[in-house]
């Protein structure tokens, strides 16, 4: 089937309707501009993800003549002047057919022109060009950059049509392998490691970083940059607040202005909590198009939902009541709260979303809001939570979604009396099912399975853990990927700006780039793996060090 007019007009409406996506990129940012090939590569990678859902789409070819590229300024990577016969686009497009082929010459493409007028006339020749016209503009019109562009772009489209069904020339490749480690006979050393991080992080952060814009407007003499740098640097040392790091940042900068603390938390707080959570999702939307072209993504699924508390508030909280509120171990003091969606088990660990938690707000609302902006990203099969969301109105919402879940128990009367049961019998697992009352003769059914935990040092009922679950006992050893939020939340509090300000949107910007700084390590840490190895080991061998030091680099610093 072709396209049409209407086909076109449909993938383009769907395109403006989804929440996180902005087309054309260049348009949306001051990071981009007509000549960015990050903002191509983007813009490629959003429209080829919705352009193979329609039923008349059915074509990889169909979509390299069909892709919108007169926005885009090729002038800036054309290393020839005067007025070639071909037109840059039109060569873009050619070579991207040629890669979408895996043709290793030119003459497979000119044969394969030479049968196809129709082809030639969407692509825009008059006449075909030759073998040693094609070759010199590959290697002498177009820049090294622009050619990667053209691989990565092709290699996105294989990846898009297959995963919708559409038949493709090739199999998509994984990215390169580091050449000198093919042999796969030892690891890549630490320079080898560093050098593939820093190449990764600089096209990661110029595709995540514009999401997370300030609307400054235009002529301001301070870019925009040199916020996202400062907030940057200050994840780079342990509680270090907003004017002793901007003075600092002062110096190490490479920029010639750099915001001062009071103005950057001016700036900050101007964003409301939406703002900063949208910029927040949209950013983590181009950071999963990323990894989602390694094969080891797809091994997500699984999403933990969990509560992380700031350090104690020792101030004055009044006027402050509902965004200073208990901690989760219900003592006499009060915190922050933050709650996450991430991805866990062999995925790699993202922080899909983050919200503030405020007083009187229900388990039921958060998990609701986390897992609506969860599954609009990525496919999800299995919740785990921690025992403070042992609601039944929870579960059932869950099931009622067709997720399965996994949730640890508060032991009531009920269940201490059936461990203490166990314990006599001398039983390590029992498992029960379970009705929990909705209200008005509602009731949620799962099942409880009693676990005895190894090496405990209690001599009781203690000894044994209940599990909520309605996916059968074979899924509770997932509960075990729980550890990872866990980890991760160290990790992100290693990356916060400190300050003792009470403003919530500024407290929950802190937190949120936090979060993203952390997502941004492990997204760089799998790509890296892949790049050298083919494989993506959970443990990291890129460290957060290496990546904050990295990130400062592609913001202004030194």
């Not at 996180?20 to 501009?33: F, G, I």
């Not at 993800?49 to 054309?78: I, K, M, Q």
């Not at 003769?441 to 409880?448: A, I, R, V, Y």
């Not at 909520?468 to 290693?494: A, D, V």
């Amino acid at each position: 089937m072709t396209t049409s007019r209407e086909s076109r007009c449909v993938v383009f409406r769907r395109i403006a309707r989804q929440p996180h996506v902005a087309w054309p990129v260049y348009d949306t940012t001051p990071l981009y501009d007509r000549t960015s090939l990050a903002g191509l590569e983007s813009d490629i990678r959003t429209v080829s993800a919705t352009w193979f859902d329609h039923e008349s789409h059915d074509s990889v070819e169909g979509f390299v003549c069909a892709l919108p590229l007169a926005y885009f300024r090729f002038s800036a990577h054309d290393r020839y002047e005067g007025s070639p016969r071909y037109r840059m686009d039109t060569l873009f497009r050619v070579f991207v057919l040629k890669e979408l082929h895996g043709w290793e010459h030119e003459t497979a493409l000119v044969n394969y022109l030479g049968t196809r007028p129709e082809l030639c006339e969407q692509l825009g020749f008059e006449t075909i060009p030759d073998q040693s016209t094609l070759w010199r503009s590959w290697h002498e019109r177009f820049t090294i950059d622009l050619r990667e562009t053209v691989e990565t772009a092709a290699r996105t489209i294989l990846i898009k049509a297959q995963d919708a069904g559409v038949e493709v020339p090739r199999e998509p490749t994984q990215k390169p392998r580091y050449h000198g480690n093919e042999s796969g006979e030892s690891d890549p050393d630490d320079q080898t490691t560093l050098e593939q991080a820093e190449k990764i992080t600089d096209h990661v952060s110029r595709i995540v970083f514009p999401a997370f814009s300030l609307d400054r407007g235009d002529g301001c003499e301070i870019h925009e940059n040199a916020y996202l740098g400062l907030q940057t640097y200050l994840g780079l040392r342990e509680r270090l607040a907003a004017n002793e790091g901007a003075r600092s940042f002062t110096y190490e900068s490479t920029r010639e202005r750099t915001p001062l603390g009071h103005a950057h938390r001016e700036q900050i707080r101007d964003l409301s909590i939406e703002q900063v959570r949208e910029m927040y999702r949209q950013a983590v939307n181009r950071l999963l198009s990323e990894v989602a072209e390694t094969e080891e993504f797809f091994r997500a699924g699984i999403v933990a939902i969990d509560i992380t508390e700031a350090d104690p508030f020792t101030g004055d909280r009044t006027g402050h009541e509902d965004e200073i509120i208990g901690t989760k171990e219900k003592t006499d003091e009060y915190a922050y709260q933050w709650a996450t969606v991430q991805l866990v088990g062999n995925a790699v660990p993202i922080v899909l979303d983050a919200r503030p938690v405020r007083k009187g707000e229900s388990r039921l609302e958060i998990v609701k809001d986390l897992l609506d902006s969860a599954e609009e990203m990525v496919h999800v099969d299995n919740v785990l939570m921690d025992r403070e969301f042992d609601s039944q109105h929870v579960l059932e919402m869950l099931s009622q979604r067709g997720l399965s879940y996994v949730v640890p128990k508060r032991m009531q009367s009920s269940e201490k009396a059936q461990a203490k049961r166990l314990l006599q019998r001398d039983q390590d697992r029992y498992e029960t099912d379970r009705k929990l009352h909705l209200g008005k003769n509602e009731w949620h059914e799962t099942t409880l399975i009693y676990r005895r935990k190894e090496d405990s040092e209690q001599d009781d009922h203690r000894q044994y853990s209940v599990f909520m679950t309605n996916c059968g006992s074979g899924h509770l050893t997932e509960y075990g990927y729980r550890w990872e939020i866990e980890s991760g939340y160290r990790s992100i509090k290693r990356f916060m700006a400190a300050t003792t300000s009470k403003d919530f949107g500024l407290r929950f910007f802190y937190f949120a780039f936090a979060c993203l700084l952390y997502s941004i390590w492990r997204a760089v840490d799998l790509l890296v793996q892949v790049e050298l190895t083919g494989e993506y080991e959970h443990s990291p061998i890129v460290t957060a060090d290496n990546t904050l030091t990295l990130l400062k680099k592609e913001t202004g610093i030194g």
